[in-house]
Nanobody, 123 residues
Framework: VQLQASGGGLVQAGGSLRLSCADS????????MGWFRQAPGKEREFVAAISWNPGLTSYADSVKGRFTISRDNTKNTVYLQMNSLKSEDTAVYFC?????????????????WGQGTQVTVSS
Protein backbone atom coordinates (compact mmCIF):
# COMPACT_ATOMS: atom_id res chain seq x y z
CA VAL A 1 0.00 0.00 0.00
CA GLN A 2 1.38 3.38 -1.00
CA LEU A 3 -0.90 6.31 -0.39
CA GLN A 4 -0.65 9.69 -2.06
CA ALA A 5 -2.92 12.48 -0.86
CA SER A 6 -3.71 15.54 -2.92
CA GLY A 7 -6.24 18.32 -3.30
CA GLY A 8 -5.35 20.59 -0.42
CA GLY A 9 -5.03 24.33 -0.75
CA LEU A 10 -6.14 27.73 0.46
CA VAL A 11 -9.87 28.44 0.57
CA GLN A 12 -12.08 31.05 2.16
CA ALA A 13 -14.39 30.17 5.00
CA GLY A 14 -17.61 28.72 3.65
CA GLY A 15 -15.87 27.29 0.62
CA SER A 16 -15.25 23.72 -0.47
CA LEU A 17 -12.37 21.43 -1.28
CA ARG A 18 -12.14 17.81 -2.33
CA LEU A 19 -9.21 15.75 -1.17
CA SER A 20 -8.12 12.60 -2.95
CA CYS A 21 -5.95 9.76 -1.80
CA ALA A 22 -4.72 7.27 -4.35
CA ASP A 23 -3.20 3.88 -3.61
CA SER A 24 -0.61 2.67 -6.09
CA UNK A 25 -0.91 -0.89 -4.82
CA UNK A 26 -3.25 -3.64 -5.96
CA UNK A 27 -5.14 -4.46 -2.79
CA UNK A 28 -6.93 -1.20 -2.10
CA UNK A 29 -10.29 -2.92 -1.82
CA UNK A 30 -9.02 -4.91 1.20
CA UNK A 31 -8.53 -1.81 3.30
CA UNK A 32 -10.73 0.29 5.50
CA MET A 33 -9.77 3.89 4.71
CA GLY A 34 -9.64 6.88 6.98
CA TRP A 35 -8.92 10.58 6.92
CA PHE A 36 -7.21 12.30 9.83
CA ARG A 37 -5.96 15.82 10.35
CA GLN A 38 -3.35 17.54 12.44
CA ALA A 39 -3.26 21.23 13.23
CA PRO A 40 -0.09 22.92 14.48
CA GLY A 41 0.59 22.06 18.11
CA LYS A 42 -2.25 19.56 18.25
CA GLU A 43 -2.52 15.81 18.10
CA ARG A 44 -3.65 14.03 14.98
CA GLU A 45 -7.41 13.59 15.07
CA PHE A 46 -9.95 11.46 13.31
CA VAL A 47 -12.06 13.01 10.57
CA ALA A 48 -13.84 10.22 8.69
CA ALA A 49 -13.62 6.56 7.70
CA ILE A 50 -15.18 4.29 5.13
CA SER A 51 -15.46 0.51 4.97
CA TRP A 52 -14.05 -1.78 2.31
CA ASN A 53 -17.23 -1.86 0.31
CA PRO A 54 -18.42 1.72 0.64
CA GLY A 55 -21.43 0.92 2.73
CA LEU A 56 -20.33 2.11 6.14
CA THR A 57 -19.03 5.55 6.98
CA SER A 58 -18.24 7.32 10.20
CA TYR A 59 -17.42 10.93 10.98
CA ALA A 60 -16.08 13.08 13.74
CA ASP A 61 -18.82 15.21 15.28
CA SER A 62 -16.96 18.34 14.23
CA VAL A 63 -17.34 17.56 10.51
CA LYS A 64 -20.61 15.66 10.43
CA GLY A 65 -22.99 17.18 7.89
CA ARG A 66 -20.20 19.13 6.18
CA PHE A 67 -17.73 16.47 5.04
CA THR A 68 -18.39 13.37 2.98
CA ILE A 69 -16.04 10.43 2.57
CA SER A 70 -16.33 8.18 -0.45
CA ARG A 71 -14.23 5.70 -2.36
CA ASP A 72 -13.90 4.29 -5.84
CA ASN A 73 -12.33 0.85 -5.69
CA THR A 74 -11.93 0.78 -9.49
CA LYS A 75 -9.62 3.79 -9.18
CA ASN A 76 -7.98 2.80 -5.88
CA THR A 77 -8.95 6.18 -4.53
CA VAL A 78 -10.68 7.56 -1.46
CA TYR A 79 -12.11 11.07 -1.39
CA LEU A 80 -13.02 13.63 1.22
CA GLN A 81 -15.49 16.26 0.06
CA MET A 82 -15.30 19.20 2.44
CA ASN A 83 -18.04 21.81 2.36
CA SER A 84 -18.82 24.83 4.53
CA LEU A 85 -15.21 24.99 5.60
CA LYS A 86 -14.31 26.82 8.77
CA SER A 87 -11.03 28.29 9.98
CA GLU A 88 -10.83 25.51 12.55
CA ASP A 89 -10.62 22.99 9.71
CA THR A 90 -7.15 24.29 8.91
CA ALA A 91 -4.72 21.39 9.24
CA VAL A 92 -2.61 18.89 7.39
CA TYR A 93 -4.92 16.11 6.24
CA PHE A 94 -3.72 12.53 6.09
CA CYS A 95 -5.26 9.47 4.54
CA UNK A 96 -4.65 6.08 6.09
CA UNK A 97 -5.41 2.43 5.52
CA UNK A 98 -6.14 -0.50 7.79
CA UNK A 99 -7.43 -4.04 7.36
CA UNK A 100 -9.21 -3.79 10.67
CA UNK A 101 -12.79 -2.70 10.90
CA UNK A 102 -12.56 -1.92 14.59
CA UNK A 103 -11.65 1.34 16.31
CA UNK A 104 -11.42 3.09 12.96
CA UNK A 105 -11.37 6.46 14.70
CA UNK A 106 -8.07 5.66 16.39
CA UNK A 107 -4.70 6.62 14.92
CA UNK A 108 -3.07 3.42 16.13
CA UNK A 109 -5.52 1.26 14.17
CA UNK A 110 -4.00 2.29 10.86
CA UNK A 111 -1.00 0.60 9.29
CA UNK A 112 -0.32 2.82 6.29
CA TRP A 113 -0.31 6.59 5.96
CA GLY A 114 -0.09 9.05 3.13
CA GLN A 115 2.20 12.07 3.25
CA GLY A 116 -0.46 14.65 4.09
CA THR A 117 -1.90 17.61 2.24
CA GLN A 118 -2.28 21.10 3.70
CA VAL A 119 -5.71 22.66 3.97
CA THR A 120 -5.85 26.31 4.98
CA VAL A 121 -9.16 28.06 5.53
CA SER A 122 -9.03 31.82 5.75
CA SER A 123 -11.70 33.68 7.71
Amino acid sequence: VQLQASGGGLVQAGGSLRLSCADSGHTFWLYYMGWFRQAPGKEREFVAAISWNPGLTSYADSVKGRFTISRDNTKNTVYLQMNSLKSEDTAVYFCAATKSGYYVDQVNTYDYWGQGTQVTVSS
